[in-house]
């Protein structure tokens, strides 16, 4: 396991702590070949625009429920941050959260005379400001590129608040020149937490398990009641005592590997709380080693058997009727790198050929260092090669290529803004955000509905693709989307 050490205030980030890479075109089975330390990142000669770590860090603590986020740096660096205030409403019903309120977010809006002097008055003001105006549980504190470089020191001004308004104020150091691979902004927020929120563990609770999550359903109360526990989601929808009891839960599992890899292995350094040795359960064969992995650490292997023998009676005719009628279909997958795995694994499940994917960066290994927990190599085990694998960090340019030249049946998608392109391109596309919608058994019956649905409505995207406008250019999309990686023929 990579040694996390929460006595310092920031998080190593993720291509010196664990390889990660943003840079790579081949296919899946090399990539999980080339394994940790041989991995070499690919730089581009020329790219798009792409994520912060920043925004990341504030989609971990804006959905907390009675937090205020305090985005320390220009105004720009806090435009971003808004994104998640809809997110916030309009996932809350999947947690049975009725009243959303409104969010909470600022910025200290530092401007010239702050980048000469200092922004540490200007940042000491507004948490007093902000606890005024909010009466807040926790605030955090989110560090930008601007007053890293000035070098304010954020640490000391949030402890010297913490003492004057005696709630906790949590720095979280997540400037975006750290780090090309945007999740370390997960990292980054998830250190702040377990270094100053979750307590050491007074006592361990069997009735609760940590769940490392977004804003997905909540499938896991019902998948945790017949071992008598239920979920504690982090951090998404959660409170500040929800987060406090993070130490002494009896588990760890995880929606996203690439999202709750830093606070799986945290919470089992430090806290004793031991993350299942399993990728999240997508596809049949995973959700099996997932739900059997949970029996074992819990000490229930029975009540595992009963759990998958009763939900493959019920869901596995229903999920052969779904491979029939998707027989023959191909598919390409873009997404942030374990959930797009996941999808990748539910297209090989019901039947669905992978012919590429846009993966946004690629960890080799996870911080808990188990091999069970690559859910790319268990795609590759479980249902043979992915061939395009392409790794870019969200550039646009490379996945229109791609797409232009395989034209898959369907794009599925898990982030807004990706499926326009396969709209444009006469590809119907499919866009989930609840990332609990393809789990389980049960999931691959909801994922497989939509996918038909999908292909079967395609009258709007073809029509459209007779007047849509590309932005790129004939000469590109002629051109192999690795022309403008390190030994592709753009260099
Ligand atoms: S923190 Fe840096 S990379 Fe992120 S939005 Fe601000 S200036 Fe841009």
Request: glycine share 8%; net charge neutral; proline share 5%.
């Given at each position: 396991?990579?040694?996390?050490?929460?006595?310092?205030?920031?998080?190593?980030?993720?291509e010196i702590?664990?390889?990660?890479?943003t840079?790579?075109?081949?296919?899946?089975?090399?990539?999980?070949?080339?394994?940790?330390?041989?991995?070499?990142?690919?730089?581009?000669s020329?790219?798009?625009?792409?994520?912060?770590?920043?925004?990341?860090?504030?989609?971990?603590t804006?959905?907390?429920?009675?937090?205020?986020?305090?985005?320390?740096?220009?105004v720009?660096?806090?435009?971003?941050?808004?994104?998640f205030?809809?997110?916030?409403?309009?996932n809350?019903?999947?947690?049975?959260v009725?009243?959303?309120?409104?969010?909470?977010?600022?910025?200290?809006?530092?401007?010239?005379?702050?980048?000469?002097?200092?922004?540490?008055l200007?940042?000491?003001?507004?948490?007093?400001?902000?606890?005024?105006?909010?009466?807040?549980?926790?605030?955090?504190?989110?560090?930008?590129?601007?007053?890293?470089?000035?070098?304010?020191?954020?640490?000391?001004?949030?402890?010297?608040?913490?003492e004057?308004?005696?709630?906790?104020?949590?720095?979280?150091?997540?400037?975006?020149?750290?780090?090309?691979?945007?999740t370390?902004?997960?990292?980054?927020?998830?250190?702040?937490?377990?270094?100053?929120?979750?307590?050491?563990?007074?006592?361990?609770?069997?009735?609760?398990?940590?769940?490392?999550?977004?804003?997905?359903?909540?499938?896991?109360s019902?998948?945790?009641?017949?071992?008598?526990?239920?979920?504690?989601?982090?951090?998404p929808?959660?409170?500040?005592?929800?987060?406090?009891?993070?130490?002494?839960?009896?588990?760890?599992?995880?929606?996203?590997?690439?999202?709750?890899?830093?606070?799986?292995?945290?919470?089992?350094?430090?806290?004793?709380?031991?993350?299942?040795?399993?990728?999240?359960?997508?596809?049949?064969a995973?959700t099996?080693r997932?739900?059997?992995?949970l029996?074992?650490?819990?000490?229930?292997?029975?009540?595992?058997?009963?759990?998958?023998?009763?939900?493959?009676?019920?869901?596995l005719p229903?999920?052969?009727?779904?491979?029939r009628?998707?027989?023959?279909?191909?598919?390409?997958?873009?997404?942030?790198a374990?959930?797009?795995?996941?999808?990748?694994?539910?297209?090989?499940?019901?039947?669905?050929?992978?012919?590429?994917?846009?993966?946004?960066?690629h960890?080799p290994?996870?911080?808990?260092?188990?091999?069970?927990?690559?859910?790319?190599?268990?795609?590759?085990?479980?249902?043979?090669?992915?061939?395009?694998?392409?790794?870019?960090?969200?550039?646009?340019?490379?996945?229109?290529?791609?797409?232009?030249?395989?034209?898959?049946?369907?794009?599925?998608?898990?982030?807004?803004?990706?499926?326009?392109?396969?709209?444009?391109?006469?590809?119907?596309?499919?866009?989930?955000?609840d990332?609990h919608y393809?789990?389980?058994?049960?999931?691959?019956?909801?994922?497989?509905?939509?996918?038909?649905?999908?292909?079967?409505?395609?009258?709007?995207?073809?029509?459209?693709?007779?007047?849509?406008?590309?932005?790129?250019?004939?000469?590109?999309?002629?051109?192999?989307?690795?022309?403008?990686?390190?030994?592709?023929?753009?260099?």
């Amino acid at each position: 396991m990579t040694k996390i050490n929460l006595a310092l205030p920031a998080a190593a980030i993720r291509e010196i702590r664990i390889n990660s890479i943003t840079g790579y075109q081949g296919d899946a089975e090399e990539l999980v070949k080339a394994g940790g330390c041989d991995l070499k990142d690919k730089e581009r000669s020329f790219s798009q625009c792409m994520g912060c770590t920043t925004s990341k860090a504030a989609c971990m603590t804006i959905l907390i429920q009675d937090a205020a986020v305090i985005s320390h740096g220009p105004v720009g660096c806090a435009s971003c941050l808004h994104e998640f205030s809809f997110t916030y409403r309009v996932n809350a019903p999947l947690r049975g959260v009725k009243k959303p309120t409104p969010r909470r977010i600022f910025s200290t809006n530092l401007q010239e005379k702050e980048a000469i002097y200092g922004g540490g008055l200007k940042l000491a003001q507004a948490i007093r400001e902000v606890q005024n105006r909010t009466n807040a549980k926790v605030i955090f504190v989110l560090t930008t590129c601007a007053s890293g470089i000035i070098g304010d020191d954020v640490e000391s001004v949030c402890t010297e608040a913490e003492e004057e308004l005696g709630i906790p104020v949590v720095p979280i150091f997540c400037e975006g020149f750290r780090s090309k691979v945007w999740t370390t902004g997960f990292d980054a927020a998830y250190h702040a937490i377990a270094r100053k929120l979750i307590p050491k563990p007074q006592q361990r609770r069997k009735d609760l398990i940590n769940v490392i999550n977004f804003w997905g359903s909540d499938v896991f109360s019902q998948w945790f009641a017949p071992f008598g526990a239920k979920p504690n989601y982090i951090t998404p929808y959660a409170t500040l005592d929800n987060l406090k009891q993070a130490g002494e839960a009896v588990a760890t599992v995880q929606a996203c590997s690439t999202l709750g890899s830093y606070l799986g292995a945290v919470l089992e350094q430090d806290f004793g709380v031991p993350e299942i040795p399993a990728a999240p359960p997508y596809g049949i064969a995973q959700t099996d080693r997932w739900f059997r992995a949970l029996g074992q650490i819990l000490g229930q292997e029975s009540v595992a058997e009963k759990l998958i023998a009763e939900k493959k009676k019920e869901f596995l005719p229903k999920i052969e009727a779904l491979r029939r009628k998707l027989a023959g279909k191909t598919a390409y997958v873009t997404a942030g790198a374990a959930h797009g795995h996941a999808l990748l694994a539910v297209l090989g499940e019901l039947g669905v050929t992978p012919c590429g994917a846009a993966i946004f960066h690629h960890d080799p290994v996870y911080d808990s260092g188990r091999p069970e927990n690559d859910q790319l190599a268990q795609r590759v085990a479980d249902y043979g090669n992915v061939p395009n694998y392409n790794v870019c960090n969200k550039q646009e340019f490379e996945l229109v290529n791609a797409l232009n030249r395989l034209r898959p049946d369907v794009l599925l998608a898990r982030h807004g803004g990706m499926t326009l392109w396969g709209a444009k391109l006469g590809i119907p596309a499919l866009l989930v955000g609840d990332e609990h919608y393809a789990m389980g058994y049960e999931g691959l019956v909801n994922y497989g509905e939509r996918l038909v649905e999908v292909m079967e409505n395609d009258e709007f995207v073809k029509d459209l693709a007779k007047h849509a406008v590309m932005p790129y250019t004939k000469w590109w999309l002629a051109q192999p989307p690795s022309y403008f990686l390190r030994g592709g023929t753009g260099q």
